[in-house]
């Protein structure tokens, strides 16, 4: 089956591109008077208003809401995951990956839950943070359709100009609010982002047949439910406590910091070295290690049985450590292992290449794990997330986030990263010269 998106069609904006930018300068530079905005929309000049009234950046990424884990559990769990083969089947018949747009799912709080669609329009819209997780509400990101969208209750186009981010202008995206059938509330939002076909009005059109579509499959879903045979009523489990979340934040600092949240509470705890060696270990191994192999990973295989008694009472004095700051995570033994999960900033930028989000990981990524470390398994944790990030976006990632890459103290140095940076560049580029220079000196020093 063809997909509704290969077949372009042409589009007559309101405005010129040019008249749109000049007047969201002037906006963002503080002339909220200024009469270039009479030719912007009052749908998009409003929501450029509120995007100023909350702050958001006009050039900032998205927050990323939901670690791999909380996405997971909570895509099983949301209304949503019941229909989201209909959105497929309906809005990206064929196949998806040649497709020409991205196709999001959100929840009522503009985050988005399933991001699929063509490849290369994921790639590129995954670096400026359009990925499963992140937060594309209006007050996150500006004026965009999955936001406004949502704000207004209504189904809207937004088309390259108009969005309040400028990381976003060069895309267009169709959205439209989904409602509960009975309630009427909002359960979500439906997005197509990619070129001028994302907001023809065939597009609006089939988005929001798309979102009546679904809401009458949850309708008729919830009338069969019912019609079974009810089954015996059962007590209602108690309220469980708050989980326990924990992060630690390892890159680019040798004191590691602790970051814990639970019951109402937020606690931060900077860590010695030694301790913080041990947390990550266990944060990477989370499936359990012994004392022995927990013992090579931190002072070395052929550190024999003094390893092993300094191994205990750093466990000892770590477990002491933690019982006052986050009961949850004191180890247990035979195996070691933590009793809860604990994420690190290190597994969050793999998570977000994992989703394409290059832009946003290079931002994340404030420098290697605990650096001045020198246990073998931090050594090899620390190798594993350079060169995944090194692999990913030179695999991937755009331009202008190579050339971010490249002024980092990770790719300073990188030979073949510069080189591929200089041969993407356009003959006329003033930054090709100070490029040469630098892949000149480094050349000459080896």
Known sequence: MPSPWSERHEVSPETSR???????????????????????????????????????????????DLTADELEAYRRAHPLAAVIDMVRGLLLPGDPAESGVAVAVGDAAGRLLWVEGD???????????????????????????????????RSVQIRGAEHFNRLVQPWSCTAAPVHDP??????????????????????????DATARAIEGELLVARLKARAQPASPARRAPARRAERTRAT???????????????????????????HAELLLMLAVHRQGVSAERLGGLVYGESSGEAASVTLRAEMVRLRRALTAVAPALVPESRPYRLGVELETDAHQVLSLLDRGAHRVALAAYRGDVLPDSVAPGVEEFRDTVRTALREALMAEASLDVLLAFADTAAGADDLELLRLCLSMLPARSPRRAGLVARIEKLEAEV
């Open 18 to 64: 040019l008249l749109i930018e000049r007047a969201h300068e002037e906006l963002v530079a503080g002339n909220a008077g200024d009469q270039r905005l009479g030719d912007v929309r009052t749908l998009v000049r409003d929501s450029w208003r509120r995007s100023l009234d909350s702050l958001a950046g006009a050039e900032g990424l998205p927050p990323l």
């Open 119 to 153: 490849h290369n329009v994921r790639r590129l819209t995954g670096d400026m943070g359009f990925v499963e997780g992140a937060n594309w509400s209006e007050r996150a990101v500006g004026t965009a359709a999955p936001g406004t969208a949502l704000a207004l209750d």
């Open 248 to 274: 630690l934040r390892v890159l680019g600092r040798d004191r590691a910091l602790l970051e814990v949240a639970g019951d109402g509470t937020e606690t931060v705890s900077e860590l010695g070295g030694r």
């Open 182 to 207: 009975e309630t009427r509330g909002i359960l979500g939002v439906i997005d197509v982002t990619g070129g001028v076909e994302a907001v023809t009005p065939q597009a609006q059109l089939l988005v």
